[in-house]
Every structure is written in structure tokens, then in C-alpha cells.
């Protein structure tokens, strides 16, 4: 940054982030899930993956247990959803939301979609 200045700089971000498929070049949606058995979370998560139908630009990435996987009790998972297309993400978690409302073990967790998290934690 002393060296090459601020527009340097931030273009080595920019370049960081495209690389790391990172907003503003790819677009993200977290869908969490927590409840207070273990296995829960996880199985919700994987239900969706394994019925939901994103267009072929989205990706499901995921579930995976949230970083802090046990917090006040309760066990979390997450599931990321990814894509270079706004649009095709708004798609992707149409899809996902579907299948979430309509599966039998959402009665047993607590879920949510959080469109461009600011933390992925």
C-alpha cells in the first residue's frame, strides 16, 4: 500500500476475491439449520441438497457444521449457495426454499437463508 499506492492495492483485493469466486464476482446465499440433536441440522441440510434443483449455474456447497458447530445447546449446520448470476442464485434458493418448506425434518430444526452474509461463520 506505501509502495504502490491505494489503486494498486485494491486491485490485488479485487483480483484476490475474483480468484476466490468472493462477492463482487460471485453472488451467495447461507442457509443455516440448528436444533438441539446433532444428527438434525446436517440431515435437513442434505435433504435439500439431495432434492432441490438449481439451474446448472448454482452451486450447493455443503452442508458442512457451522464453525462453531455447538452454540448454547443447540448443534448448527450450514449449506452455501453460490453463483456468478444474481438471477440464477434467486432460482437456485427458490429451489432450495421448496423443498426446506416441504421437509418433514423442518419441523425438527430451526432454519434460515441469509442472502449475501456478511460472515460465512
Same mark, same amino acid.
Given at each position: 500500500?506505501?509502495?504502490?499506492?491505494?489503486?494498486?492495492?485494491?486491485?490485488?483485493?479485487?483480483?484476490?476475491?475474483?480468484?476466490?469466486?468472493?462477492?463482487?464476482?460471485?453472488?451467495?446465499?447461507?442457509?443455516?439449520?440448528?436444533?438441539?440433536?446433532r444428527e438434525f *441440522?446436517?440431515?435437513?441440510?442434505?435433504? =435439500?441438497v439431495d432434492k432441490a434443483s438449481?439451474?446448472?449455474?448454482?452451486?450447493?456447497?455443503?452442508?458442512?457444521?457451522?464453525?462453531? /458447530?455447538?452454540?448454547?445447546?443447540?448443534?448448527?449446520?450450514?449449506?452455501?449457495?453460490?453463483?456468478?448470476?444474481?438471477?440464477?442464485?434467486?432460482?437456485?434458493?427458490?429451489?432450495?426454499?421448496?423443498?426446506? /418448506?416441504?421437509?418433514?425434518?423442518?419441523?425438527?430444526?430451526?432454519?434460515? =437463508?441469509?442472502?449475501? *452474509?456478511?460472515?460465512?461463520?
Amino acid at each position: 500500500l506505501i509502495e504502490s499506492g491505494y489503486d494498486a492495492f485494491a486491485d490485488d483485493l479485487l483480483e484476490e476475491r475474483r480468484a476466490q469466486e468472493l462477492p463482487p464476482f460471485h453472488f451467495h446465499a447461507l442457509l443455516r439449520a440448528e436444533a438441539s440433536a446433532r444428527e438434525f *441440522p446436517t440431515a435437513f441440510l442434505q435433504a =435439500v441438497v439431495d432434492k432441490a434443483s438449481p439451474p446448472p449455474s448454482v452451486f450447493l456447497l455443503g452442508p458442512v457444521p457451522a464453525s462453531m /458447530e455447538r452454540r448454547a445447546g443447540r448443534y448448527r449446520a450450514q449449506l452455501l449457495v453460490t453463483s456468478e448470476s444474481r438471477g440464477a442464485l434467486k432460482s437456485g434458493i427458490e429451489s432450495c426454499l421448496a423443498v426446506a /418448506e416441504s421437509e418433514p425434518l423442518a419441523r425438527k430444526v430451526r432454519w434460515s =437463508v441469509d442472502v449475501d *452474509p456478511l460472515d460465512l461463520f
